[in-house]
């Protein structure tokens, strides 16, 4: 009898499960042509196995299984052997997908942090209902609609904040050890391609943040290009920094306000022919003479790097930073059935010298292997437009190279352990306002209450001399010689070992600019973050100078 009931259920379980084939048809038979070049024999008995082991499983396995989550394991470790860009979206992640395409979701525009079994907000969204209906930096969410949050995932507390637009949460916080609700209208939360753009202090040089390309990209390049050059613009820095990249379209539109209409920008060779493309600029540009520097760091990826590699072939820009991240591949998403997609990737990218920036390997690679960086001996040269030689395989090398300082333990531990959040979040209850952006930075008093306060509180703290000498120590007792070194060993410890006490004080300079860049957030949010960094950041510095210096700017693209 409860076979029979178990066995009843096959037909329904098989048609789920049968999603399966229908993704691995799609993946193997994207286009005719595809599936004339492949082996169709394979192809069958590969999907009649998959069927067979399928009814065996549903059939004689002890216990009852689950088609929904045996073909997610299935899709997830067949997309697993190819590269980490080619995606399965399940129609319950359709929110997701919009919002990476778009930049739009229901919510109510507030970044979130996990801190210990709560959810915190971290930062709102200046003008978007969660900063309007009095939600603040530091808030921790007790509950969403009368569900507590306690010990609720990130994820959880996300799925909750959003919903359609117009819907009402009643969102309980703590704040300053009271308890208040707030009710936040949800709205259409649209986060914007550039963030921030804006005169820096020089009063000639713009500053465009970009930090994705979904279908407003360029519109918005665009508007915050003029606004620039009514205020009096007459060179600019694109900042295409942690920027991981977006629709391949909105990078051409981005690079036409450069150069001059028909310049091919980017071309593309898939193993289908009818993906071998050529994409050229369609209008006539906005300016194709002021001063550009193009900032890119280890963050900046795929639309990011065809923006960045078209200009420095083209030598119409100067980049400076860090070398990029290297993703030279194209996907294209395509439609399944019960509303899920899958996105696949279709071909890799060449700028205009004939470059492709793929710094890893994904389909040579033998089973089990993680995908290698492409050889020394296998990256070729190119010539920009002026002769400046470029490489392949090796994401976009900037013109300047800016060597980043790295951060001290102590700063990493008061950031981890959310030292600096909290006393940020304090400050701002105590003190009313503070100086404008872009001039902010806490005096020796201010920085004198910080170190106080970072004293009282509970974090470990150990240095990487340490945790070394440590290692060193166990090996030389386990081989017999520690009693010998003892000493040495001990004079070498007291010098690495830490002290909260006397780095604070070593290392003031950082942590007062992070600490800084967090309480400036507090009061004048994104845009105000951008503008305290204009002081320090090395990258703008660097772009400042050299836009500076028509002669420099000049040599550096071989003028």
């Keep these: 009898m409860v076979f029979e009931s178990h066995h009843s259920n096959l037909n329904n379980n098989m048609k ?75 129609e319950s992640n359709m929110e997701d997908y919009r919002m990476m395409t778009t930049g739009q979701y229901g919510g109510i525009g507030a970044l979130i942090r996990k801190m210990g079994e709560y959810t915190f907000i971290a930062e709102p969204y200046e003008g978007k209902p969660a900063q309007l209906s ?127 209409k028909g310049q091919t920008v980017v071309t593309t060779k ?25 900032l890119v760091d280890g963050g900046s990826a795929s639309a990011s790097e065809i923006v960045s590699g078209s200009l420095q072939d083209l030598d119409r820009a100067v980049i400076i930073g860090e070398n990029s991240y290297g993703k030279g591949l194209v996907q294209r998403t395509f439609d399944l059935k019960y509303g899920s997609k899958i996105k696949v990737t279709i071909s890799k990218y060449y700028t205009p010298s004939g470059r492709c920036v793929q710094r890893l390997e994904y389909y040579d690679k033998e089973l089990g292997d993680k995908p290698k960086a492409i050889a020394d001996s296998l990256l070729k040269s190119f010539k920009t437009v002026n002769g400046r030689k470029v490489i392949d395989g090796r994401g976009i090398e900037p013109d300047i190279l800016v060597e980043k300082d790295d951060y001290s333990r102590l700063l990493l531990m008061l ?59 166990k090996t030389a007792e386990d081989e017999g010689y520690f009693e010998d070194i003892k000493g040495d060993y001990q004079q070498l410890l007291s010098k690495v070992t830490p002290s909260k006490e006397r780095d604070l004080d070593k290392f003031k300079t950082e942590i007062n600019d992070i600490l800084s860049s967090e309480i400036v957030a507090r009061y004048y949010y994104q845009n105000g973050r951008a503008e305290q960094a204009f002081q320090t950041d090395k990258d703008i510095l660097k772009a400042i100078e050299v836009l500076s210096d028509a002669k420099q700017l000049n040599t550096i693209l071989g003028k």
């Design 16 to 90: 789920q499960f049968l999603h399966v084939f229908a993704l691995i048809t799609i993946l193997i038979g994207l286009s005719p042509s595809v599936k004339a070049q492949s082996n169709g024999f394979e192809e069958i008995k590969s999907m009649e196995l998959m069927d067979l082991i399928f009814q065996q499983l549903e059939t004689n396995y002890v216990d009852e299984i689950k088609p929904g989550e045996m073909s997610k394991t299935a899709i997830d470790a067949m997309l697993k052997q190819l590269d980490p860009y080619t995606v399965y979206y399940h």
């Design 134 to 260: 009095g939600a603040m930096a530091g808030d921790k969410i007790l509950s969403i609609d009368g569900k507590d949050m306690k010990g609720k995932a990130s994820d959880e507390v996300s799925d909750g904040l959003r919903g359609p637009k117009g819907s009402t949460i009643q969102l309980k916080v703590e704040r300053a050890g009271e308890e208040k609700t707030i009710s936040i209208t949800r709205d259409e939360i649209k986060l914007a391609d550039v963030p921030y753009f804006g005169m820096l202090n020089n009063g000639t040089t713009g500053y465009i943040k970009l930090n994705s390309f979904t279908q407003t990209a360029s519109a918005e390049v665009i508007a915050a290009y003029g606004k620039l050059k009514q205020q009096g613009m007459t060179s600019v820095i694109l900042d295409l920094r942690g920027n991981g990249g977006g629709l391949l379209m909105e990078a051409v539109r981005i690079v036409n306000i450069f150069v001059k």
């Design 270 to 294: 898939g193993r289908i022919p009818e993906e071998n493309k050529t994409y050229a600029t369609s209008a006539d540009p906005l300016d194709l003479t002021i001063p550009l520097v193009v």
């Design 415 to 473: 950031v981890s352990n959310n030292v600096i959040f909290n006393y940020a979040t304090d400050f701002k209850r105590t003190h009313e306002s503070i100086a404008p952006a872009k001039t902010f930075k806490l005096s020796d008093d201010e920085y004198a209450a910080f170190k106080a306060y970072a004293l009282k509180q509970e974090f470990t703290y150990s240095t990487a001399s340490e945790e070394q000498l440590e290692k060193m120590k």
